[in-house]
């Protein structure tokens, strides 16, 4: 089993800024994709950043030019960089890791991260 422990959520003004980060652990092989989901109230779940092993980025429109996306293959990590962020932004966000390979396991599997609240208000 695969554990993702994020951190750096909260509350920051609006034009304010927010580095979330994820470390993943559980005798990891290698990733394939880490990434970040945010599901606000009401909404579906939606993608806001990913970055595969090789770093091939995919954003969100609504947050390209506002956000960075980062991680170390070596520590199994993700970050997310916010910056100017909007009420719009307050959301739930997931830590995503797809195409994991565990040592011993034939197949890849994905898994999701217990989620860290995003509040953009004055």
């Known amino acids: 089993q695969v554990q993702l422990v994020e951190s750096g959520g909260g509350l920051v003004q609006p034009g304010g800024s927010l580095r979330l980060s994820c470390a993943a652990s559980?005798?990891?092989?290698?990733?394939?994709?880490m990434g970040w989901y945010r599901q606000a109230p009401g909404k579906q779940r939606e993608l806001v950043a990913a970055m595969s092993d090789g770093g091939v980025t995919n954003y969100a429109d609504s947050v390209k030019g506002r956000s960075t996306i980062s991680r170390d293959n070596g520590k199994n990590t993700v970050n997310l960089q916010m910056n100017s962020l909007k009420p719009e932004d307050t959301a739930v966000y997931y830590c995503?890791?797809?195409?994991?390979?565990?040592?011993?396991?034939?197949?890849?599997?994905?898994?999701w991260g217990q989620g860290t609240q995003v509040t953009v208000s004055s």
């Open positions: 995503r890791v797809e195409g994991v390979y565990q040592s011993g396991s034939r197949f890849p599997r994905n898994y």
């Open positions: 559980g005798s990891i092989f290698s990733i394939n994709t």
